[in-house]
């Protein structure tokens, strides 16, 4: 509920006195404003007679009231407000004996003199009899705060219960609002239930001996009433709650002027002390730039935290006593009323909604939700769309549709319902999912490949620009089949198995010199490439395998499927006849199937669940096919580029650039495509000079001599 600003309502009002300081203080016909005349107080011991004067401007001024109009100018708005659900506070604050118990509480034994208390009370009673579309239920409490001592005064009476039981604490509440655990609520019915309580309390309350007055109180009172109200007619509306604080603070009397002593004089000090921790959370409230208020350095300001800074109509009563005498304690409460005047408060109604009621609520709009969507689609032509969580059997139906998607068995999915898009996403995310994991079994299973390629690394090779997943010929095999040794030798059988079409494909027969490229290529195959053809062979096979794993697999899982087919239409057939026949029923009268399709209902799931098992492993047979599929792939492009460049290297390069890329030569032969290693070539006999030439040709004829006599 949102909130309006509003300011702390301050009145005053002077307990009726024969000795009334006219001079002194005077109040204006506007009825709001008070000026005091005051001599200056003397500095240092010299008597100053100069006088001064102060102006206070407050809400109301209330000389000479009786009691049921400071109650109507004070309290009647607050507690009104107070039973649509908003909190109140009002507090009485002055020096002892200036009339605040007279103000809150009134003469317990004159019903006309009868304070703001039992009036609210009347009040609030009057109000709930009145307001018959609402129940209310009103509770009370009564705290005493005693020497920095929270108090129950309504403990003696067993009917309440505690907001949380143990010692009385005070707690916040998430909400920003303040309770105190622990502390007893009773529940009234009506005034005199409500009157007995504050009777009782009253009775409680710690009295004091003081020197100014034998009955004043010497602690702080917050007597509450709690009212919660709930709607008689609008069952789904939210239900109100609210809290009246009416306090009675201790007398703000300056110590030295009590002249008590002991117990009295240390109650003094607390009480002075919590009022003065009051006035400090009321200048740091009223200052905009102070973040902190410092409301838990006593348990009053604690207490009150809610009442001063919180969703509360607040109002105070400045109590003074228009004596002379007490002229100075007169102008330190109208100064402290003045300062509470500018703190702003956030009144805002404290609605809750019942979490059944909530549930209900909600429960009626998805109803109407629902309703509503039917309505579209019959107004759009559509086939209604179910609304409702999706079955197993649903889950299941969405699950084989999209694996016959991905099978490339369905065309397309039609859509229904969100549901059904939501569930269908999840089942093509599980079978990406399965195929990751797949992948992930496969590059395990073929680590050993998958090393062979570091070895391709680690030869240093870079400029190849192959990151294969391949083996890669071993420094032995390379040196075994260096260009020359294999040129000009007879072409010999392929033992190692089938090409591939495309491997042959790739070369263009020609026969003049230089050699060949098909034979060259089988000469290649044997010698320096032999390696990894040998992968590409051992690829091969595993792959043939997996093929052939994945025919029988499909083989069996259409028997599979045809045995469903006939497995369901033969047990449509039992149904029918059953339906035609009559339901056998047991005993106790429960159906009874027939054996016959008990025995196929039966062997159906078992079927199903075969079919079930034997498609996720065909899904993962189809991964590790396509696998092997791109290994073969990766082994072929690698095998032909390598012999590209062997066969560039042997036959197409010029003596002298052979001799660069022989062994020991400043480039390394092998897979450098021929137009880049004609260019390096050039570039590093050019920078060696002409002379290098001659120096590498001479150099391979003699390593090629020893070659030869070996
Ligand atoms: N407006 C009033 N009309 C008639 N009598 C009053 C009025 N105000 C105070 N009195 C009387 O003055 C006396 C002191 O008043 P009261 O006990 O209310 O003072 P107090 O401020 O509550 O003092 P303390 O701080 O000790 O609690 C009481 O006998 C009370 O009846």
Not at 150 to 167: E, P, T
Not at 638 to 654: G, Q, V
Not at 695 to 709: G, K, L, S
């Amino acid at each position: 509920m949102s909130a309006h600003s509003s300011e702390v309502k301050v009145f005053v009002r002077t307990r009726p006195t024969a000795c009334f300081a006219q001079d002194l203080i005077e109040y204006l016909p506007d009825k709001q404003t008070v000026n005091v005349r005051h001599r200056r107080e003397s500095r240092k011991g010299v008597v100053n007679n100069q006088m001064s004067s102060w102006s206070f401007k407050l809400d109301g001024v209330m000389h000479n009231m009786s009691q049921e109009e400071v109650y109507q100018s004070v309290a009647h708005s607050v507690v009104l407000r107070a039973l649509e659900g908003y909190n109140g506070t009002i507090m009485c604050f002055g020096q002892t004996g200036a009339g605040k118990t007279y103000t809150m509480t009134g003469a317990t034994e004159s019903y006309q003199q009868r304070g703001i208390i039992p009036r609210a009370l009347q009040e609030v009673f009057y109000e709930v009899e009145q307001r018959v579309d609402h129940t209310f239920s009103v509770f009370l409490s009564f705290l005493e705060i005693y020497n920095e001592t929270l108090v129950d005064l309504l403990a003696s009476i067993k009917r309440g219960r505690a907001v949380q039981g143990g010692a009385l604490t005070i707690v916040e509440d998430p909400g920003g609002g303040v309770s105190v655990k622990g502390l007893t609520l009773h529940p009234v019915h009506n005034e005199e239930e409500a009157f007995n309580l504050l009777f009782e309390g009253e009775m409680n309350r710690i009295i004091g001996e003081h020197a100014l007055n034998k009955n004043s109180s010497r602690s702080h009172c917050i007597f509450t009433i709690h009212i919660e109200s709930r709607s008689r007619t609008l069952s789904d509306a939210p239900y109100v709650t609210s809290k009246l604080n009416l306090v009675d603070l201790a007398g703000s009397e300056r110590l030295s002027k009590t002249g008590s002593e002991g117990q009295v004089q240390r109650e003094a000090l607390y009480i002075n002390r919590s009022l003065s921790f009051l006035e400090q959370a009321i200048i740091a409230l009223t200052d905009r730039r102070r973040e902190h208020v410092p409301f838990r350095q006593s348990k009053l300001t604690h207490s009150l935290k809610d009442s001063l800074g919180g969703n509360c109509n607040t109002v105070l009563v400045a109590n003074i006593y228009g004596e002379a005498a007490q002229i100075e304690e007169t102008l330190s409460t109208l100064r402290f009323a003045t300062r509470m005047k500018c703190v702003r408060t956030q009144p805002s109604i404290n609605e809750h909604i019942d979490p059944a009621l909530q549930v209900r609520r909600l429960q009626k709009e998805i109803q109407l939700l629902k309703q509503e969507l039917s309505l579209h689609d019959t107004l759009a032509n559509r086939a209604v769309v179910p609304n409702e969580s999706l079955s197993d059997r649903q889950v299941d139906e969405i699950k084989s549709q999209v694996q016959r998607y991905l099978a490339g068995t369905l065309d397309e999915i039609t859509i229904v319902s969100i549901r059904q898009i939501q569930e269908m996403f999840t089942q093509f995310k599980k079978a990406v999912e399965q195929e990751q994991k797949v992948k992930e079994q496969l590059s395990q299973k073929y680590s050993l490949v998958e090393k062979s390629e570091n070895t391709v690394g680690s030869v240093g090779e870079v400029e190849s620009g192959f990151g294969l997943g391949l083996a890669a010929p071993s420094q032995k095999h390379t040196q075994a089949s260096s260009p020359n040794k294999s040129k000009g030798k007879k072409i010999k059988e392929n033992k190692g198995g089938t090409v591939n079409q495309s491997e042959t494909d790739a070369l263009t027969p020609n026969c003049d010199s230089p050699p060949c490229k098909f034979e060259a290529f089988e000469d290649f195959k044997l010698g320096r490439g032999s390696e990894i053809n040998r992968i590409l062979k051992e690829n091969k096979g595993v792959l043939l395998e997996r093929m052939d794993q994945l025919h029988k697999l499909t083989q069996a899982i259409n028997s599979c499927k045809r045995d469903i087919d006939h497995m369901s239409s033969e047990l449509q057939l039992c149904r029918e006849q059953r339906q035609s026949q009559g339901q056998f029923v047991g005993e106790k009268g429960e159906p009874v199937l027939e054996e016959a399709e008990l025995i196929l209902l039966v062997g159906l799931r078992e079927k199903k669940d075969q079919y079930r098992q034997s498609y996720e492993e065909l899904l993962s047979t189809k991964a590790e096919v396509r696998y092997c599929q791109h290994l073969v792939d990766q082994c072929r492009i690698r095998l032909l580029t390598e012999f590209e460049s062997w066969y560039n290297e042997s036959f197409l390069l010029p003596e002298e650039v052979q001799t660069i890329f022989s062994e020991g030569g400043p480039i390394r032969p092998g897979l450098i495509p021929v137009d880049k290693a004609l260019n390096l070539v050039s570039q590093t006999l050019l920078a060696e000079g002409p002379s290098a030439v001659s120096f590498y040709n001479a150099h391979n004829r003699t390593v090629q001599r020893v070659r030869n006599t070996q």
